[in-house]
Antibody, heavy 127, light 107 residues
Framework: EVQLVESGGGLVEPGGSLRLSCAVSGLSFTEAWMSWVRQAPGKGLEWVGRIKSKLGGGTVDYAESLKGRFTISRDDSKKTLFLQMISLKSEDTAVYYC??????????????????WGKGTTVTVSS | DIQMTQSPSSLSASVGDRVTITCRASQNINTYLNWYQQRPGKAPDLLIYGASSLRSGVPSRFSGSGSGTDFTLTISSLQPEDFATYYCQQSYTTPRTFGQGTKVEIK
């Protein structure tokens, strides 16, 4: 069974930093593509970014509005995904979910979808 | 970025009703469209990928259709556990944008 467990959320002042972690089990993490999605209170889902496996190039893509402040990384030896957030603003207050991206279909026509999710960790940016 | 627009934003329905939610992309995304269900206080769950492929274990009352820019999620006979918010998401390109969600409430 695939399990994803986020941690590292909490209360941080505006301008502060926070690093979220996502511990993964039940799948081959070295081959896994992973993503972060967030949800502000009472709002919809917002895609934060995605990191490919090292074999897939290790490329990281971000939502345009978060580039420069958010950094996604991974430690394959620890089967852990990270989200480093700096210069936090009140609008970054949200539940942050990590998810595993499954690829399905022929290599030249993959469907990508988030097939497993963690329960989320809450980040509150407030003074 | 590709914009995803869902309609309606919310709807009220009764158990047993047929429910249809639509999702429109701002450009052609072929069939690179996923649907997720999110119950209150829970993480999202995948329902459908590739516009019409049902995830293993998802009840057959859920179905998806469409290609290009217009897509539909249908629940053929609404059950009590289906009252939730539903999101479409395109996987054609990054950023992988979501629709704003459709909340299905009990009438």
């Amino acid at each position: 069974e695939v399990q994803l467990v986020e941690s590292g959320g909490g209360l941080v002042e505006p301008g502060g930093s926070l690093r979220l972690s996502c511990a993964v089990s039940g799948l081959s993490f070295t081959e896994a593509w992973m993503s972060w999605v967030r949800q502000a209170p009472g709002k919809g889902l917002e895609w934060v970014g995605r990191i490919k496996s090292k074999l897939g190039g290790g490329t990281v893509d971000y939502a345009e509005s978060l580039k420069g402040r958010f950094t996604i990384s991974r430690d394959d030896s620890k089967k852990t995904l990270f989200l480093q957030m700096i210069s936090l603003k009140s609008e970054d207050t949200a539940v942050y979910y990590c998810s595993w991206i499954r690829r399905n279909g022929p290599p030249d026509n993959y469907y990508y979808y988030m097939d497993a999710w963690g329960k989320g960790t809450t980040v509150t940016v407030s003074s | 970025d590709i914009q995803m627009t869902q309609s309606p934003s919310s709807l009220s329905a009764s158990v047993g009703d047929r429910v249809t939610i639509t999702c429109r992309a701002s450009q052609n995304i072929n069939t690179y469209l996923n649907w997720y269900q999110q119950r209150p206080g829970k993480a999202p769950d995948l329902l459908i990928y590739g516009a019409s492929s049902l995830r293993s274990g998802v009840p057959s009352r859920f179905s998806g259709s469409g290609s290009g820019t217009d897509f539909t999620l249908t629940i053929s006979s609404l059950q009590p556990e289906d009252f939730a918010t539903y999101y479409c998401q395109q996987s054609y390109t990054t950023p992988r944008t979501f629709g704003q969600g459709t909340k299905v409430e009990i009438k």
